[in-house]
Every structure is written in C-alpha cells, then in structure tokens.
C-alpha cells in the first residue's frame, strides 16, 4: 500500500493585449452656410468634377475651405472638401 499525494499543476498563460488607438479630432470646424458663398472657381470645379451631381449641402470654416455633401445620380452622397481657389482637399 502505498500513501502519497497526487496533484496536477497546469500552467495557465496570460495574454494581455493592449491596443492603444490616436484618434486626432480637428479643432477646425465647419458651420453651415448656403450656395452664394461659393467662389466662382470653386462652382468650376464642381461643373468640371460632378458634372450631373446636385448640391446637397455647403458648409464652410474659418480658413475658407468648404466641406461639400454632393448627391451623386445614382443617389449615394458624398463628401467632399476644397478651398475657396478650387484645389481639391484630402480630409476625413
């Protein structure tokens, strides 16, 4: 006969992922405003980019850029934003 004691050991790892995410909002912002704000040569380059597209909506900062909500023909929207000499601007 034989007396001892039996125990398991099981090692249980700990993954800790920790996700750090910038997210990095403007300060600059945009007030609605309407279409008579618009600069001829921003009109331009909008007749010459979106040709069939309808203005949905013209918003404007203080630095003169226009965020611009275009309606597509086929319906879908979309945003766009150019500066008051009509150059085209990346933003999000």
Do not use: C, H
Not at 34 to 43: A, C, F, I, M, N
């Amino acid at each position: 006969m034989a007396i001892g004691t039996i125990f398991s050991a099981t090692a249980n790892e700990t993954v800790s992922t920790v996700i750090n995410e910038v997210v990095i909002f403007s300060t600059e912002e945009f007030k609605k405003t309407t279409s008579k704000e618009l600069t001829p040569k921003v009109v331009e380059e909008l007749l010459k980019e979106y040709p069939t597209s309808k203005l949905g909506g013209v918003y404007k900062n203080s630095q003169g850029e226009f965020k611009l909500i275009m309606v597509l023909k086929s319906g879908t929207r979309r945003t766009v934003y150019i500066d008051s000499n009509g150059n085209w601007l990346n933003k999000r």
